[in-house]
């Protein structure tokens, strides 16, 4: 299930089911998402993207969905296998800065 | 896919020296790149854009003294702590935006530890 820490959300699935990671942006005139995933020590990676022009958008195995009504975001991990497990961050662009602005973040835990 | 290396990827430096960190676009030129600050599970908080040719912008509360970057080449940005201090300890993250396509690639991130 997903619980609240005191910093980083955690979502804790098993091998082969499917994730839902949500993310609330803060920025109504926002117009470009993108999800990165974060192993321990490294970089951000991106994952996947999409334009305020979309609601949906599919990759390998992921799938974001977006609702602009109430400025939400979702990243779908079909399958979750356990190298899926890292801290995912939505981050928003305002009006073609391209300078990311990262949410909050949420720790994903696949237990095999 | 294109590259970013960050150097060194972690440093342990006494209180008081500098450090300087290297972030590097090893396939693609870069006319910005982004430094970030991360504390252990928090989000990633922008410190600067570093502009090649011309003086970074600083984000609100970011010493410019503290944390000087120069962005001298279309590859090459650098991130000198100065005079760190215990509570510069951090992971610093730089990123690099490809001057053609607009794609954000990060690099691995440098943990900083300052005893």
């Known amino acids: 299930g997903e619980s609240v820490g005191l910093h980083l959300p955690t979502l804790s699935v098993q091998e082969g089911d499917n994730s839902i990671i949500n993310c609330a942006y803060s920025?109504?005139?926002?117009?470009?998402f993108i999800w990165y995933k974060q192993e321990s020590g490294k970089g951000p990676q991106f994952i996947i993207d999409?334009?305020?022009?979309?609601d949906k958008r599919q990759g390998q195995r992921v799938t974001v969905l977006l609702n602009k009504t109430v400025k939400h975001l979702s990243l779908q991990i079909a399958a979750t296998q356990p190298g899926d497990s890292a801290v995912y961050f939505c981050a928003e662009n305002l009006g073609g800065s391209y300078i990311p602005t990262f949410g909050r973040g949420t720790s994903l835990i696949v237990h095999p | 896919g294109a590259v970013v290396s960050q150097h060194p990827s972690w440093v342990i430096c006494k209180s008081g020296t500098s450090v300087k960190i290297e972030c590097r676009s090893l396939?693609?030129?870069?006319?910005?790149m982004f430094w970030y600050r991360q504390f252990p599970k928090q989000s990633l908080m922008l410190m600067a854009t570093?502009?090649?040719?011309?003086?970074?912008?600083?984000e609100q509360g970011v010493e410019k003294d503290k944390f000087l970057i120069n962005h001298a080449s279309l590859t090459l940005s650098t991130l000198t702590v100065t005079s760190a201090h215990p509570e510069d300890s951090s992971f610093y993250i730089c990123?690099?935006?490809?001057?053609?396509?607009?794609?954000?690639?990060f690099g691995s991130g440098t943990q900083l530890s300052v005893l």
């Open positions: 396939d693609f030129q870069a006319t910005t």
């Open positions: 920025n109504s005139a926002s117009d470009y």
């Open positions: 570093s502009n090649e040719g011309s003086k970074a912008t600083y």
């Open positions: 990123s690099a935006r490809d001057r053609f396509n607009e794609k954000l690639f």
């Open positions: 999409i334009r305020s022009n979309m």
